[in-house]
């Protein structure tokens, strides 16, 4: 059985590997994954997308043929400024008790958790149930063409999956101490976009009334100040009713998703808090400008980057009439990603819901363990939209201020969290593996 400090060794290796995308160059870490099970006596094909960029699979044969669980995970990391950071974002730096690291949350420890509970398997003599597939994948954090798009054409059977765990949610550790688990089994709608703008170049010192930097700031500030309704959906409801349904407000006990909204001081509540916000409305962040060259003249072409993220009832025909009716007619409104597909919610009324709650039961002792619903896109999407239910789970506990590190500088996870992450996911690919998933 693998240890804490092998865990942490492979970590800290995996993550000096810059996997920044773009460019991505994942297969240095297909290839460090591949040497990690071969040494272990355990077979792995690296399929190669394009250059540089490769995916990595490995199996453990099952007694019944078809319907394989995967454990999915990407190498792909967002891109680091190192001059941000107080350590190497790519240096695996241990410090105060943390492992810090671009991928340390999304998802690199997670991955090597999940490859040393599938090597430990292998080795433990029980044949599973079905087949598991430990695969890793490139290209998940810019769409996935190279990655699970990839894979999933050229492996026609990963389509047959009974069912696939992969990131998405955690255990949460509340700021009054409190922790639940949310298991992700839908997310929001990728729906990103360009705000772009001409107007007629000139000298800074002799403004004309058509600069294309102003266009495009009067129609992104326009977009940013549309307040997005609060919506209540079946997956938030029973989360939040498992978060705050002892809390209450003054004397009042919370009455439910649908009434607290309707009540000035749960909104207020709810829009206070960034994870609540989030998983109740459409979001629209405005991320790149771009517009200029040099002090004194007066640009010919700008535009503003947004990433929006839809609630499930959301048709992005719908948001983009929204989003082009405040933007008005000075400028454009370019689509990233057209072709996103728009998933359903996997059910979580399943053997698999009920299997990692009986895990965190056994890791956590008596938490809520609720339904929840990703903010951010993940490979996920691929196989929810073709029916396979799909999860995202990874048993660490996390504050609210660790989670908001996710993407951002100082990214870290505590060594505590390896330890339990490598416990947790020992757990449930041993419950996936048992007869219990027939």
Same mark, same amino acid.
């Given at each position: 059985m693998k240890t804490f400090d092998e865990a942490l060794s492979l970590i800290r290796g995996f993550l000096r590997i810059d996997t920044t995308n773009p460019p991505g160059r994942e297969e240095a870490a297909a290839l460090f994954l591949e040497d990690v099970l071969r040494r272990e006596g355990l077979s792995a094909e690296i399929h190669v997308a394009a250059p540089t960029r490769a995916n990595i699979i490995s199996?453990? #044969?099952?007694?019944?043929? @078809?319907?394989?669980?995967?454990?999915?995970?990407?190498?792909?990391? +967002?891109?680091?400024?190192?001059? =941000?950071?107080?350590?190497?974002? !790519?240096? @695996?730096? +241990?410090? &105060? @008790?943390?492992?810090?690291?671009?991928?340390?949350? /999304? $998802? #690199?420890?997670q991955v090597i958790c999940q490859l040393l509970a599938f090597m430990d398997l292998a080795h433990s003599g029980v044949v599973p149930e079905r087949d598991i597939i430990f695969l890793a994948t490139c /290209?998940?954090?810019?769409?996935?063409?190279? @990655? $699970? =798009?990839?894979? *999933?054409?050229?492996?026609?059977? *990963?389509?047959?999956?009974?069912?696939? *765990?992969?990131?998405?949610?955690c255990l949460i550790e509340e700021d009054d101490g409190r922790v639940h688990a949310q298991?992700? +089994?839908?997310?929001? #709608?990728?729906?990103? !976009?360009i705000v772009k703008a001409k107007g007629t170049g000139g000298h800074g010192s002799m403004p004309h009334g058509d600069n294309a930097n102003e266009k495009v700031i009067e129609a992104s500030h326009r977009i940013l100040s549309h307040r997005w309704p609060l919506r209540a959906t079946p997956?938030?409801?029973a989360y939040l009713k498992g978060i705050l349904g002892e809390r209450k407000m003054g004397r009042a006990k919370f009455p439910g998703l649908t009434r607290a909204l309707k009540i000035p001081k749960w909104r207020s509540l709810f829009e206070g808090n960034e994870i609540y916000n989030a998983i109740l409305r459409n979001t629209v962040t405005l991320t790149i400008l771009r517009g200029g060259e040099k002090v004194n003249?007066?640009?010919?072409?700008?535009?503003?980057?947004? &990433?929006?993220?839809?609630?499930p009832a959301e048709t992005h025909e719908r948001f983009f009439r929204k989003v082009r009716q405040l933007a008005g007619k000075n400028v454009v409104i370019e689509r990233i990603g057209e072709k996103i597909s728009e998933p359903g919610p996997s059910r979580y009324s399943t053997v698999y819901f009920q299997g990692i709650k009986g895990c965190v039961t056994a890791l956590k002792g008596h938490i809520p363990v609720l339904p929840f619903i990703t903010t951010g896109a993940t490979d996920l999407r691929y196989f929810r939209d073709i029916g396979v239910p799909a999860y995202g789970f990874f048993p660490v506990t996390l504050t609210k201020a660790e989670? $908001?590190? $996710?993407?951002?500088? /100082?990214?870290?996870i505590s060594l505590e969290n390896i330890r339990e992450g490598l416990e947790g996911c020992r757990s449930i690919v041993d419950f996936l593996a048992s007869g219990s998933v027939a």
């Open positions: 199996r453990i #044969k099952g007694r019944r043929t @078809g319907g394989p669980i995967i454990l999915l995970g990407h190498t792909d990391v +967002v891109p680091a400024r190192e001059e =941000e950071w107080t350590v190497h974002p !790519f240096g @695996g730096e +241990v410090k &105060d @008790g943390y492992l810090y690291g671009r991928g340390a949350i /999304d $998802m #690199k420890a /290209d998940e954090e810019v769409g996935g063409a190279n @990655g $699970m =798009e990839f894979m *999933l054409d050229r492996i026609p059977e *990963l389509k047959d999956a009974s069912f696939v *765990l992969s990131e998405g949610g298991v992700s +089994v839908t997310e929001k #709608k990728l729906s990103q !976009f997956i938030t409801a003249v007066i640009p010919a072409e700008s535009s503003a980057t947004f &990433d929006a993220r839809l609630l989670h $908001m590190r $996710m993407h951002a500088r /100082d990214e870290r």
